[in-house]
T-cell receptor
Framework: KQEVTQIPAALSVPEGENLVLNCSFTDSAIYNLQWFRQDPGKGLTSLLLIQSSQREQTSGRLNASLDKSSGRSTLYIAASQPGDSATYLC??????????FGKGTRLSVIA | NAGVTQTPKFRVLKTGQSMTLLCAQDMNHEYMYWYRQDPGMGLRLIHYSVGEGTTAKGEVPDGYNVSRLKKQNFLLGLESAAPSQTSVYFCATKRSNQYNEQFFGPGTRLTVL
C-alpha cells in the first residue's frame, strides 16, 4: 500500500530565500507525482505533475524533481515571496488506486 | 469554463438530517472523486467514479452514498448526518487515466451539530 510522507509539517523562512519541500513515497512503481498548493479555506490548486518517465518539471519559480529509486520528490521554490505562504501537498499515483496524498507542509514566508 | 464547482459552499445540519452535495464539472472528465479533509488527518478519499454510472468505495466510505447518473455530475449523500461527518468536502476530477492531472473544486464546509 502506497504511503506518502511530507517532512517537515511546517516551515518558516525569510522572504527571498530559496527553499526545498520534501515528499517521500513507499511504492516506487508510480505513474506520476503531483504537487498542489492549498491556501487557507480554499481548494487545492495543481502546481506540477511529474510523470514516472520524467526527472523534473518547471513552472516559473517552481521546480519539482522525481527520484523513483529513492522514493523521493522535492519541490524547489526560488526567491520565496510572502504570497508563496500556503500548504503544499504532494500526491502519488500508483497501481489501480487513486492518488495517495501526504499531509502537507505548511509554508510561511516572512517579509 | 467553470472547471469544477461544488454546491453548497457551506451547510449546517443537525444530527440525523440528510443532505446531498453536488459536484459539477464542464471539462468532460471521466474520473471524479469525493474527499474529506480534517485537521491532522489530511485528505481522505470517500468514494470515486471512473465513468458515468460507476462508483467505487474509497478509504472512508461509511455513512456516505454517491451517484454518477450524468458524466458531469457526482453527488455525495449523507443519509443520517453525524457530528463525526463535520468536515470540509472536496470534489476532484481527472480526464481519463492514471497519467492525467487531477483538479479540485473549492470545497464545501459542513458542520453537523
Amino acid at each position: 500500500k502506497q504511503e506518502v510522507t511530507q517532512i517537515p509539517a511546517a516551515l518558516s523562512v525569510p522572504e527571498g530565500e530559496n527553499l526545498v519541500l520534501n515528499c517521500s513515497f513507499t511504492d516506487s512503481a508510480i505513474y506520476n507525482l503531483q504537487w498542489f498548493r492549498q491556501d487557507p479555506g480554499k481548494g487545492l490548486t495543481s502546481l506540477l505533475l511529474i510523470q514516472s518517465s520524467q526527472r523534473e518539471q518547471t513552472s516559473g519559480r517552481l521546480n519539482a524533481s522525481l527520484d523513483k529509486s529513492s522514493g523521493r520528490s522535492t519541490l524547489y521554490i526560488a526567491a520565496s515571496q510572502p504570497g508563496d505562504s500556503a500548504t503544499y501537498l504532494c500526491a502519488a499515483h500508483s497501481g489501480n488506486t487513486p492518488l495517495v496524498f501526504g499531509k502537507g507542509t505548511r509554508l510561511s514566508v516572512i517579509a | 469554463n467553470a472547471g469544477v464547482t461544488q454546491t453548497p459552499k457551506f451547510r449546517v445540519l443537525k444530527t440525523g438530517q440528510s443532505m446531498t452535495l453536488l459536484c459539477a464539472q464542464d471539462m468532460n472528465h471521466e474520473y471524479m472523486y469525493w474527499y474529506r479533509q480534517d485537521p491532522g488527518m489530511g485528505l481522505r478519499l470517500i468514494h470515486y467514479s471512473v465513468g458515468e454510472g460507476t462508483t467505487a468505495k474509497g478509504e472512508v466510505p461509511d455513512g456516505y452514498n454517491v451517484s454518477r447518473l450524468k458524466k458531469q455530475n457526482f453527488l455525495l449523500g449523507l443519509e443520517s448526518a453525524a457530528p463525526s461527518q463535520t468536515s470540509v468536502y472536496f470534489c476532484a476530477t481527472k480526464r481519463s487515466n492514471q497519467y492525467n492531472e487531477q483538479f479540485f473544486g473549492p470545497g464545501t464546509r459542513l458542520t453537523v451539530l
